[in-house]
């Protein structure tokens, strides 16, 4: 069974920086396509960024130059890190896995930027 577990949400004032982690346990390492995906509050769930199992990288235009995906298959982890966060940036921030067809989904880690 997979699971993911977001961690490293929390409150940063605007400017700042924060490192989003998902570990995954369950699927086959290194296989998949690995992304972050971020819900706020009254809108739609959103993409942030993708990473394939091969390492192509791909960024909502919200995020370009200031959030960095990147993977560690021999821990089966993805981070996220976020530099020069803004007020618009607070959402959720859930973890996704798709692989052989299934998609799955951590729980979610609130990420807040004050301004």
């Known amino acids: 069974q997979v699971h993911l577990v977001e961690s490293g949400g929390g409150l940063v004032q605007a400017g700042g920086s924060l490192r989003l982690s998902c570990a995954n346990s369950?699927?086959?390492?290194?296989?998949?396509?690995m992304g972050w995906y971020r819900q706020a509050p009254g809108k739609q769930r959103e993409l942030v960024a993708t990473?394939?199992?091969?390492?192509?990288?791909n960024y909502a235009d919200s995020v370009k130059g200031r959030f960095t995906i990147s993977r560690d298959n021999a821990k089966n982890t993805v981070y996220l890190q976020m530099s020069s966060l803004k007020p618009d940036d607070t959402a959720v921030y859930y973890c996704?896995?798709?692989?052989?067809?299934?998609?799955?989904w951590g729980q979610g880690t609130q990420v807040t930027v004050s301004s």
């Open positions: 996704s896995l798709t692989q052989f067809g299934y998609d799955y």
């Open positions: 369950g699927s086959i390492s290194g296989f998949g396509r």
């Open positions: 990473i394939t199992s091969g390492g192509s990288t």
